[in-house]
């Protein structure tokens, strides 16, 4: 019980830090979302006065003549509500529909290709690790190479071979824009189609960063004395490969493993860019060219809940694989 509340108060504490950080970034940069979307409102032909400022300015949560104690009370005040103000770059929409109806999108995408490249590099190279120099434990090398090839060039070279020349997958977008957004098989299977090279493209640039660590890992972890006392006692090879090896071996990774899926919410902005898929990151690089105050705040709240999320899950996890790691 002391382990699970000495977790959650640090979480917490890690929370209103980041909310803090999240209230206070913003604000330092440079423009005023007010006057953006007032420069919008001129260009239809609209009128701008003092109230209108003012008007817009407290609308947007950008007014300069409210202490900033105040504003700071005011935004924890409507985080609990659940209100993240309207935001100029989608005006006059709710950060809240902006984001629910992309988050979908990336989570759906980054999330399950990030799940995939981790459990299959595990898989790998604990096989790879388990017998080293086998044909398998050769591919570690070409995985590698793989993983340092920039991202955007590898997503912009699977494009043009498998879109442009080979006709195989569409190369941009995120579903058939003649179909009808729903839960019916034609859509589905059209998402599924497009999301298919993206997510190729995030396995391959992730997978041997997985892979090689956790055949490292493996090599280490055979040397043990625990491995030769199994081996010792006549324990099959199996058992001595999930029970002892693989499970003290595979330690680290489910600790990057938090922080990728943490990362799953901010780490889609190249892939969509280079796709042109409709997910957050679209939505965050809007918001930063705009100055969307809102719509900044909302995506960084919701990327500080994932991982804070994650790493809580895998805190709690982490101690029932290694009970060591409750004590003290």
Not at 69 to 75: A, E, G, K, N, P
């Amino acid at each position: 019980m002391r382990f699970l509340l000495r977790k959650f108060a640090f979480y917490a504490i890690a929370l209103w830090a980041a909310l803090t950080i999240n209230f206070a970034l913003p604000r330092l940069l440079p423009g005023n979302p007010v006057d953006i979307l007032l420069a919008k409102l001129q260009q239809r032909g609209g009128t701008v006065s003092d109230d209108t400022r003012r008007a817009y300015a407290l609308l947007l949560g950008g007014d300069d003549q409210t202490p900033l104690l105040q504003q700071y009370v005011d935004y924890l005040g409507n985080l609990l509500r659940g209100d993240l103000g309207v935001s100029v770059s989608y005006y006059p929409a709710q950060v809240t529909d902006v984001i629910s109806t992309s988050l979908v999108w990336t989570i759906a995408l980054v999330g399950i290709a990030t799940v995939l490249a981790a459990v299959l590099g595990v898989v790998l190279g604990a096989l790879a690790g388990w017998r080293p120099g086998s044909w398998l434990d050769s591919l570690v090398p070409a995985t590698t190479l793989l993983s340092a090839v920039p991202y955007f060039w590898l997503a912009l070279l699977l494009v043009y071979l498998l879109s442009l020349q080979l006709g195989l997958l569409p190369g941009s977008g995120g579903y058939n824009v003649v179909l009808t957004p729903g839960w019916n098989w034609p859509f589905i299977s059209s998402t599924i189609q497009y999301g298919f090279l993206p997510a190729l493209t995030i396995v391959i640039a992730s997978v041997g960063g997985w892979l090689l660590g956790m055949r490292n890992m493996m090599v280490s972890t055979l040397s043990e004395d625990y491995i030769m006392t199994a081996r010792a006692k006549g324990l099959p090879e199996r058992q001595i490969l999930m029970r002892y090896a693989a499970r003290n071996a595979v330690l680290p990774s489910v600790a990057g493993f938090a922080i990728s899926l943490g990362f799953v919410v901010s780490g889609s902005v190249i892939t969509e860019q280079v796709f042109s898929y409709p997910g957050i990151g679209s939505k965050l690089l809007a918001a930063v060219t705009n100055n969307d105050y809102a719509l900044m705040q909302g995506v960084f709240l919701y990327i500080t809940l994932a991982v804070l999320g994650a790493n809580l899950v895998v805190d709690l996890l982490y101690g029932l694989i290694d009970p060591r790691t409750r004590k003290g």
